[in-house]
């Protein structure tokens, strides 16, 4: 079992002890103490040493290997005959550069037995390349996973472990605070771009989900952009150190960082690294530091935490101390490369194992080690088999290689806390076992969570409104039944006879199914489980739908025969004379409904209703909280849903529009076969409106609930209401001022005419009349009047011409009074004759005979005033 010490966490804290550098620096100096090297044969060793560049680690790595190289030198027991010397470069971290050096290592003299180069980069450009000079590559800083195929770098070792052996310890990290979505940006390098594949597969099979993945060659800006637009949370970064300061400066600007974020970097940088004043960036040092706190690094564990000697007689703190005191005072923090110096420090010993391992070998087979050349494959042969085998404690842990000539080692888990990194754990991916700390720090109340939270909000009806709306059609379904009631028991009253009680009957039975479909149209998830909300989508359109044809069928029933019967002139005496059938009407009342019923039949099997859920857009809360709410609606719809509206709309929107001219077409119609039919069309004009109205605005307003209720609701309860009062109101009216409570045979022997039941129109148009004629007769009569006054003085002057005979006359005679002579009735000349004068009689009264005595004596007695109404009404 692995015993980790309470060590600093990092290299630079654990050469604080002066005590313990004195004792380094002293061994130091006994095993450096140069001894005579005559007789000893060098063998080469060719190395690039980025001193500058993306990873400046040679300034750190190199007086490591040279540290290394003077230890091996004086052992006695390792290669006593052979004097190692090392042949360096600087490569820069360049591919370009490092092909240059590459030339002048291979084709200059001395012949190099061995390659060492740094960054990954390179490594990857050597070690293709060093196959055909039978060179062994042995490098101290490549991480890149593309390193690790055999068949492309069949000679290729390197002490520090590959890249991939940090996604293991991420993936861990991912599950241990339950992060399912994580992000990724990169820098477009080889070594990059395999690690994150590499960790892309393995986050797969952990059902871990990389939701955005952005790269960049120079300039980070776009990228990190990105990763803001995208709601990226938990963000892993693979660059170089120079790269990361770009990135962070961008990271700052953009606020991608705080409670809400996470970023996992790679643990090789310096430990000040963004603190380093780089020309590139615009950011201060506060920035750079705000903007990293609380970023979590994994790192591969390049200094062993245990207090053991190792092959080099040396612990890692007595390393640590050495290597100090050969960078003359330098500040760790700022060199490059001094957490792989133990790397670089363990791959030299390394190599100087392997080759004092092939001595013998080779000996026996009676080569030499100073006889390589870049021909021979046999001593490569050889050195790669001990290579291959290596297995020693150096500073930096358990030096062993896998297959693929890759370092096994652990992972070191720290996070910056208050501007410097603490170890929060270590990871061994060869056990699995996570050592944890428990030390974490979080900006927040813990880690955040790896996407912003959506909250799923359904919307639902406002239950104030629902409650008003079905009380106002509660009531109306009251009134429907009063009306009905009424209706019924009043049956076998003329008046309610000659209104067809049957088909308002239907009226107010619609009207009350088209109230009750409100409820249901209230009804959403808030009252009825998510899987009963289908049954409720069928209650809403059949009860609305059969409601509406049976209410406004009955009505559009009547306008149509009252059209079809009483509106053309030619034929309006005689149809008046007809009997209406009331099957007829039922019939078409029939028709209709089974329009209705087939077509929603027919909806229903082919294309059922089902729940359907709208989504809006995500809403932020008014507390500073990490999360959205989704809004949520459940509609009512099928597959072709618009398809459907739109026949039902169509075929009833015609018909609304047909009931309003048939409604106008027949207003002024008077017939007795149904006298309350401009009460109909009076409700057919309210109904038509609400409707066409309403349809089209519920149909733009179904993304609000309440407003597209309200405005179905209370379309139907106006509808149903309006249609209701017109309809029964006045007929109750009516019957409680007249009195008219008998049957049709009571009210025929009280009033002894049927004319008394005619609609109270017809009574007022013969009132009309009749005060019409009466005028008429009364000028007559003034004219009439005047005659007499003329015929008493003509013959009165008669008289005086002849006064005898006038006396026998006037003594033999009746009085003219009485008996008038018909001749003398006539006017003088140039008078106009009083029988022919039909001023202003309408046709029907032109004849004036009607109004005398059968025997024409027109008398003032005989056209009194009081006969008139009783002749006309």
């Not at 693929?404 to 603490?422: D, F, H, N, P």
Request: net charge positive; charged share 20%; glycine share 6%.
């Amino acid at each position: 079992m692995l015993v980790i010490c309470r060590s600093p966490p990092r290299a630079t804290r654990a050469a604080r002890g002066h005590a313990m550098f004195l004792r380094a620096t002293l061994i130091v100096l006994l095993l450096l103490w140069p001894r005579p090297s005559a007789g000893k044969k060098k063998l080469y060793i060719g190395a690039l040493f980025p001193m500058s560049g993306g990873w400046p680690g040679g300034q750190a790595c190199m007086p490591s290997a040279q540290m290394a190289l003077d230890l091996v030198n004086n052992r006695s027991d390792i290669l006593p005959d052979y004097e190692l010397e090392l042949i360096h470069y600087d490569s820069m971290c360049d591919p370009g550069e490092a092909t240059k050096l590459l030339y002048d290592l291979l084709y200059t003299e001395p012949i190099k037995i061995v390659l060492m180069p740094g960054c990954s980069g390179v490594s990857t450009l050597v070690a293709e390349a060093a196959r055909m000079w039978n060179l062994i590559v042995l490098s101290y800083g490549s991480s890149s996973p593309a390193l690790s195929n055999r068949q492309r770098f069949p000679t290729f070792f390197r002490t520090h472990p590959s890249a991939t052996l940090h996604n293991p310890t991420r993936v861990q990290l991912f599950q241990k605070w339950k992060w399912t979505r994580i992000a990724t940006i990169q820098q477009t390098t080889e070594v990059f771009t395999s690690t994150l594949d590499d960790l892309e597969q393995r986050t797969k099979e952990a059902g871990i989900e990389i939701s955005v993945r952005q790269s960049f060659l120079t300039d980070p800006a776009v990228a990190v952009k990105n990763l803001k637009r995208q709601d990226a949370r938990i963000i892993v970064g693979l660059f170089y150190e120079t790269e990361a300061r770009k990135v962070f400066c961008e990271v700052f600007k953009e606020k991608l960082y705080g409670k809400k974020y996470v970023w996992f970097l790679i643990g090789w940088y310096a430990d000040n690294w963004f603190k380093i004043k780089d020309p590139a960036i615009n950011c201060t040092v506060e920035n750079m530091t705000e903007a990293v706190e609380g970023h979590v690094t994994t790192e591969i564990v390049m200094l062993n935490p245990e207090t053991v000697r190792g092959v080099s007689n040396m612990t890692s703190q007595e390393f640590i101390a050495a290597l100090m005191s050969r960078l003359g005072g330098m500040n760790p923090e700022e060199t490059g490369g001094f957490q792989e110096a133990p790397l670089a420090y363990d791959a030299v010993w390394a190599l100087a194992l392997a080759l004092n391992k092939t001595v013998a070998p080779l000996k026996a087979k009676g080569r030499r080690l100073e006889d390589f050349n870049y021909n021979n494959h046999d001593i490569t042969s050889e050195i790669y088999r001990a290579l291959n085998t290596s297995s020693f404690e150096g500073v930096s842990g358990q030096v062993v290689f896998d297959a693929q000539g890759s370092r096994m080692a652990m992972t070191l888990i720290e996070q910056l806390q208050g501007g410097s990194y603490k170890k929060i754990g270590y990871y061994d991916s060869s056990q699995k076992n996570l050592s944890w700390f428990g030390n974490d720090v979080w900006i927040g109340a813990g880690p955040p969570a790896d996407r912003t939270v959506v909250i799923e909000e359904y919307r639902f009806l406002s239950q104030k409104l629902f409650a008003a709306v079905s009380v106002f059609a509660g009531l109306g379904i009251l009134l429907g039944i009063v009306c009905l009631t009424f209706n019924i028991y009043n049956g076998n009253v003329r008046y309610i006879q000659n209104s067809q009680p049957y088909l308002n009957n239907m009226t107010a039975v619609g009207c009350m199914m088209a109230l009750a479909a409100v409820f249901p149209l209230g009804i959403d998830g808030h009252h009825v489980h998510r899987s009963q909300f289908p049954v409720v989508c069928q209650f809403r359109l059949w009860l609305l739908g059969l409601g509406f044809s049976v209410a406004y069928g009955s009505m559009f029933t009547k306008i149509w025969w009252v059209h079809t019967l009483f509106t053309k002139k030619e034929e309006k005496k005689e149809k008046k004379k007809q009997h209406l059938e009331p099957w007829k009407l039922y019939a078409t009342v029939g028709v209709l409904l089974a329009i209705d019923f087939l077509s929603l039949m027919i909806w229903q099997i082919v294309d059922p209703l089902h729940i359907t859920v709208e989504k809006f857009t995500k809403e932020a809360p008014k507390e500073d909280l990490d999360v959205l709410i989704q809004p949520l609606l459940e509609h009512c719809s099928s597959e072709k849903m618009n398809t459907w509206l739109g026949v039902v709309y169509g075929y009833k929107g015609l018909l609304l529009l047909l009931g309003i001219f048939l409604a106008y077409e027949t207003k002024s119609v008077s017939t007795e076969k149904i006298n309350d039919h401009r009460a109909v069309g009076m409700a057919i004009y309210n109904v038509a409106v609400l409707c066409l109205i309403t349809a089209p605005v519920t149909m733009i307003l179904s993304s609000q609930q309440d407003a597209s209720f309200a405005f179905a609701s209370l379309a139907i309860v106006f509808s149903a209401y309006i249609t209701l009062v017109v309809l029964f109101v006045p007929k109750m009216r009516r019957l409680i001022t007249r009195g008219e409570w008998q049957s049709e045979q009571q009210d025929t022997l009280k009033t002894g005419s049927s004319t008394n039941n005619n609609d109270e129109e017809k009574s007022r148009q013969l009132e009309r009349e009749n005060r019409e004629l009466q005028k008429i007769i009364q000028e007559k009569e003034e004219r009439v009047s005047a005659l007499r006054n003329q015929l008493a003085e003509r013959q009165a002057l008669r008289n005086r011409r002849r006064p005898s005979i006038g006396q026998n006359q006037n003594h033999n005679a009746p009085l003219p009074s009485s008996q008038p002579d018909p001749k003398s009735l006539l006017p003088p000349p140039g008078y106009p004759n009083p029988t022919t004068d039909n001023h202003s009689l309408p046709p029907s009264f032109s004849n004036s005979s009607n109004l005398y005595p059968a025997d024409s004596k027109m008398s003032r007695n005989h056209c009194h005033n009081s006969q008139i109404p009783l002749l006309y009404k």
